[in-house]
């Protein structure tokens, strides 16, 4: 098995997205993209999951935001991007209702986004929270950390990568 791994070697194929991210970072600010997308200047954005896996465990993060007080809730606008997965009406339901339970602001993505709103909503993302079950380094952490988010990352999921 040793012998292998002196022959081993990790490639990389990076993100399609950073040369995108780099223009619009470049040229627009997080509070002009809060503003293409329609989201509240003055709050805090803060995206759950990135599609409309169970896996991105959207329903316990938002339960979890329960504990935060009102006060801190209501200076928060939630975006759930959910643009491709299996449908499942009923999840979707249930995560509107505990949103509406919350009282809190939120936005849902439920069609597809091109390449461009995409890096948008990176770019007008203060935190993202990853708590899927599990997960490779996925284009989509390297896009929010690119544009300079703030990622909160569970205890479970380690990337190695990051910590070299």
């Known amino acids: 098995m040793k012998i292998f791994l002196k022959k081993t070697k990790v490639l990389d194929f990076g993100v399609s997205n950073l040369s995108t991210l780099n223009q619009l970072n470049g040229a627009k600010g997080r509070e002009k993209c809060k503003e293409i997308l329609n989201f509240p200047i003055d709050k805090y954005i803060i995206g759950i999951g990135y599609n409309r896996s169970k ?5 316990e993060v938002l339960k979890a935001m329960y504990y935060l007080p009102e006060s801190i809730r209501n200076r928060c606008h939630f975006v759930l991007q959910m643009t491709y997965g299996e449908k499942d009406n009923d999840y ?24 461009e709103d995409v890096c948008f909503l990176r770019n007008a993302t203060d935190i993202y929270i990853n708590a ?5 380094l996925a284009a989509t952490i390297n896009e929010y950390l690119y544009s300079e988010t703030i990622v909160i990352n569970p205890t479970w ?4 990568e990051l910590d070299n």
């Open 55 to 59: 896996g991105q465990q959207h329903l």
């Open 92 to 115: 979707l339901l249930k995560i509107q209702e505990l949103l509406k339970t919350l009282r809190a602001e939120y936005s849902i993505f439920d069609n597809y986004m091109t390449d």
């Open 132 to 136: 899927q079950i599990t997960d490779a």
């Open 157 to 160: 999921v380690n990337y190695r």
